[in-house]
């Protein structure tokens, strides 16, 4: 059974500065990966989708690492601002089965200006 | 295009009662599912349809139906509810067969309080 982790669950850092968030999957017959932004009391918002043959994607300050063979996928985000502020959770899709995203639990981040 | 709708946005029942929580999308996916999450977990699916007619059942399926008549609409039915089943749900669509390229795109969410 494919499960997802998400270190830290909790993080909370100054305004400007660089930051890493890291997940780790199980299986890696998966399709790809994607990160997504949760607010509170909000829907996912899709940052990034790195599929399976890919190493890496990027979306302005935002930097995603894929790491197939160990099972690992880490989110760079540049020069953090207070608007970062959200959970960030990380999906593997896998390509087998039912064919459904397993999640991560997340991590909290919190960007002191 | 309005993307991924759910309503209502918020609900209270009581154990017991039953309820629908409706879902559709206008962007032609094929394959839509439903997910809830609970506090400090990440989400896990419900049930998941590949086209309309076709459904299946997901990680935790158990006091859920589902149905797809249409391939804009895959609605979600607590058939008795229980406190067991406070959470918020999420619908998310995507072209199917699910694949490298394809992003699953989620609905805003609903609140559901069982009391």
């Known amino acids: 059974k494919q499960e997802v982790t998400q270190i830290p669950a909790a993080l909370s850092v100054p305004e400007g500065e660089n930051l890493v968030l890291n997940c780790s999957f199980t299986d890696s017959a998966i399709y790809?990966?994607?990160w997504f932004r949760q607010d509170p009391g909000k829907g996912l918002t899709s940052l990034l989708l790195i599929q399976s043959s890919q190493r890496e994607q990027t979306s302005g300050r935002l930097n995603a690492s894929l790491d197939k063979s160990s099972g690992r996928s880490t989110l760079y985000i540049a020069a953090s601002q207070p608007g970062d502020s959200a959970t960030y959770l990380c999906a593997v899709l896998l390509n087998t089965g039912r064919r459904a995203l397993t999640f991560g639990s997340g991590t909290r981040l919190q960007v002191q200006p | 295009n309005a993307g991924?709708?759910?309503t209502p946005k918020f609900q209270v029942l009581k154990t017991g009662q039953s309820m629908t929580l409706q879902c559709a999308q206008d962007m032609n996916h094929e394959y839509m599912s439903w997910?809830?999450?609970d506090p400090g977990m990440g989400l896990r699916l419900i049930h998941y349809s590949v086209g309309a007619g076709i459904t299946d059942q997901g990680e935790v399926?158990?006091?859920y139906n589902v149905s797809r008549s249409t391939t804009e609409d895959f609605p979600l039915r607590l058939l008795s509810a229980a406190p067991s089943q406070t959470s918020v749900y999420f619908c998310a669509s995507?072209?199917?067969?699910p694949g490298p390229l394809y992003e699953q795109y989620f609905g805003p969410g609903t609140r559901l309080t069982v009391t």
């Open chain 2, 61 to 63: 399926p158990n006091g």
């Open chain 2, 4 to 6: 991924v709708t759910q």
């Open chain 1, 32 to 34: 790809n990966l994607q």
């Open chain 2, 35 to 37: 997910y809830r999450q």
């Open chain 2, 94 to 97: 995507s072209y199917s067969p």
